[in-house]
């Protein structure tokens, strides 16, 4: 043998190395800073038209095997997804308007000042449009890249 290691054995102490991404030491105590961080901004940054999706934020340090550990953030609400990604515009359906006199709503206008298709009786039929549906708001990004700009000098 060319300059072999015959015989020799290398023993890894995994329940040190696992120890290590713990609260309270070096691994877990980083990890639980980009935890907070991110849970700050995400506080931030989300949108707030009525408080439930900043409600719903949670953030967690949560260990994927022995040797490796992640911060994860979820929203608990059914709409966080039309809001991050956005939806496209939207084709509204027809509605039937009541007339609640007899100046108020006539035939021809609607109190949207849309199109009426037609007009009958108490009732009108009137086309509401197009709808230009959810912008996207991609807070989830922005938080983790505001987080990371400022981790990214010790991750390396």
Do not use: C
Not at 143 to 152: D, I, L, R
Request: hydrophobic share 40%; net charge positive.
């Amino acid at each position: 043998m060319a300059g072999g290691l015959t015989g020799v054995k290398v023993k890894i102490n995994n329940a040190a190395i696992t120890r290590l991404h713990g609260p309270g030491y070096p691994i877990g105590f980083f990890m639980d800073r980009v935890r907070g961080s991110l849970d700050r901004n995400a506080h931030i940054d989300v949108p707030k038209r009525t408080g439930n999706m900043a409600r719903s934020i949670e953030t967690r340090h949560v260990l994927v095997n022995q040797h490796a550990s992640k911060v994860t953030l979820s929203v608990n609400v059914g709409y966080a997804v039309f809001v991050h990604y956005g939806t496209a515009p939207v084709r509204a359906q027809m509605r039937l308007y009541a007339r609640a006199g007899a100046n108020d709503a006539r035939p021809g206008r609607s109190r949207q000042r849309d199109a009426v298709v037609s007009g009958y009786g108490r009732f009108y039929l009137a086309r509401t449009g197009w709808r230009r549906g959810q912008a996207a708001n991609q807070w989830v990004l922005i938080s983790k890249g505001e987080t990371m700009a400022v981790y990214a000098r010790y991750i390396g």
